[in-house]
């Protein structure tokens, strides 16, 4: 059983920055693949960034450069570094995970850019 919880959504100016945080409950963080991905008004929930456990990143091609995904092990707690935000990229973030079979969500965080 996983649990997840993200934090750091907002309202932000299109060229701006926010940092996500997603506190995950549950043993052995260290070995789960993390992903972030979102879901915008109208559309199909997309992936925005992966990270193993080994370290292996991999981004969507409309956010590569732009967003860094990273985690610290010993706070059970996934990040997501988001830099020159525009308006494409207004949406609700979910934290992601999967034991198994099983996939685990959080709850989403709002993430609104407009001037």
């Known amino acids: 059983q996983v649990q997840l919880a993200e934090s750091g959504g907002g309202l932000v100016q299109p060229g701006g920055s926010l940092r996500l945080s997603c506190a995950a409950a549950?043993?052995?963080?260290?070995?789960?693949?993390m992903g972030w991905y979102r879901q915008a008004p109208g559309k199909q929930r997309e992936l925005v960034a992966r990270?193993?456990?080994?370290?292996?990143?991999n981004y969507a091609d409309s956010v590569r450069g732009r967003i860094t995904i990273s985690r610290d092990n010993a706070k059970n707690t996934v990040y997501l570094q988001m830099n020159s935000l525009n308006t494409e990229d207004t949406a609700v973030y979910y934290c992601?995970?999967?034991?198994?079979?099983?996939?685990?969500w959080g709850q989403g965080t709002q993430v609104t850019v407009s001037s």
């Open positions: 990270l193993t456990s080994s370290g292996s990143e």
């Open positions: 549950g043993s052995f963080f260290s070995l789960y693949v």
């Open positions: 992601n995970t999967a034991l198994g079979r099983r996939a685990y």
